[in-house]
């Protein structure tokens, strides 16, 4: 009978040593180094010092970002072409998802390796005094503001480009043309009475 007992006891002894060895060993995985350097990595705004490329907490005014688009280091750096025009979107596979990214930056950090054509450069503001970049994002062919698919700008700057775009063609800065409409008016009207 004793003997029983004492075999029970040796069991939860075992049950007891295995379950605390099993505790040991989750909280040595959540002190790990490894752990510790993931999460700075990505909570970037925890007393580390931002990398300067990365940091867009300052925001430019659109007067700045017009000077910026006359200037030489705009043409050095852009050409004639569009802002978006060399961009090439970064994504898992073979084939790019539907939407692009929800956003390039949060809490005043870049925090992807490909940000889009317009959070990548710190001087491009979206405005609607800002009728030169503005256009840039608009077809010459039909006057449509061009997808996000083309351009690969993320959500947040496309819907502020939406914006932007209408409030410049209400003030009127940005002009476009309405495209001239045949009509077939013997469709509405009866033909005259031959007399
Ligand atoms: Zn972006």
């Known amino acids: 009978m004793s003997f029983i007992l004492t075999a029970i006891r040796g069991t939860t002894a075992v049950f007891r040593t295995t379950r605390a060895y099993k505790a040991e060993a989750v909280r040595s ?16 705004d925890k007393g580390k010092p931002v990398d ?15 000077r910026y688009l006359a200037s030489t280091a705009y043409k050095t750096t852009y050409g004639t072409d569009p802002v978006w025009k060399h961009y090439r979107r970064n994504h898992k596979g073979a084939l790019p998802p539907k939407k692009t990214r929800q956003t390039c ?4 950090v870049i925090t992807t390796g490909s940000p889009c054509p317009i959070c990548r450069d710190e001087y491009l503001v979206l405005d609607h005094r800002n009728p030169e970049l503005l256009k840039q994002f608009i077809s010459e062919h039909n006057g449509e503001i061009l997808s996000y698919r083309k351009t690969g700008i993320c959500q947040v700057r496309h819907q502020e480009l939406l914006i932007a775009i209408t409030r410049a063609k209400d ?22 009475p031959k007399i």
Do not use: C, M, N
Request: charged share 35%.
């Open 29 to 44: 995985i959540f002190s790990s180094p490894y752990l510790l350097d993931a999460e700075e990595e990505t909570t970037p």
């Open 52 to 66: 300067p490329e990365k940091d867009r907490s300052i925001k430019h005014s659109y007067e700045t970002s017009v």
């Open 105 to 108: 930056i949060r809490k005043g």
């Open 171 to 192: 003030y009127g800065i940005i002009t476009f043309d309405v495209p001239f409409r045949e009509y077939d008016y013997s469709e509405w009207y009866k033909p005259e």
